[in-house]
């Protein structure tokens, strides 16, 4: 009997077909994982094999996050960028009690939750800045184990741009950011 391709593993996280697709076209998880130009899609592995809040594995998933939902800041002006630029804060002072970043300071779940909220509001509120500050609001909300919410950050930091090839070309530049903090891919198994 054949060994099953490796991406019969992935199937078991519930990933969208084109994402499937793309896995299917790879020998090996390794090779997915160092070829991929969708840093949502990385994101949203990352997101279902990370640990809980205050894990080194989360806290190093969250940093990539906000790192791409930083892209949209162009994006902002007026009370979202002030709302954006306050989330951004929040959550990398949270991340610097990481041992991922440890010569940071402090700063607690809650105000972090806090941050993604009010800029989660603000976007509610403006319209057309509304996708640069629902991708920073979704990069804190990573940070409190919310398993769809770094995907969210990339998504929505692509949103963000106006065009479909500058939204690929978002989404690329997020794959970089993704391999910059997890060169290497997160190991899969269920229930991580």
Not at 11 to 23: G, I, Q, S, T, V
Not at 94 to 102: E, F
Not at 143 to 170: G, P
């Amino acid at each position: 009997m054949p060994t099953p391709h490796w991406s019969t593993k992935l199937e078991l996280f519930n990933p969208c077909a084109e994402a499937l697709e793309y896995a299917r076209s790879k020998p090996s998880f390794a090779a997915a994982w160092r070829d991929c130009k969708r840093g949502d899609w990385m994101l949203w592995i990352l997101g279902r094999l990370s640990g809980p809040p205050d894990s080194v594995s989360r806290k190093a998933l969250v940093a990539a996050a906000v790192d791409c939902a930083a892209l949209a800041r162009k994006h902002t002006s007026g009370k979202t960028r002030k709302a954006f630029d306050h989330c951004q804060r929040t959550v990398r002072k949270y991340l610097r009690r990481a041992a991922v970043l440890p010569s940071w300071g402090a700063e607690t779940l809650a105000e972090v939750r806090t941050a993604a909220n009010a800029a989660a509001y603000t976007a509610r509120a403006e319209g057309d800045e509304a996708y640069a500050a629902c991708a920073c609001a979704n990069a804190a909300a990573a940070a409190y184990a919310e398993a769809n919410a770094a995907t969210a950050a990339a998504y929505y930091t692509s949103l963000a741009s106006s065009t479909a090839d500058d939204q690929m070309s978002t989404l690329s530049r997020c794959a970089s950011i993704v391999h910059r903090h997890h060169p290497n891919p997160p190991r899969l198994r269920k229930g991580a």
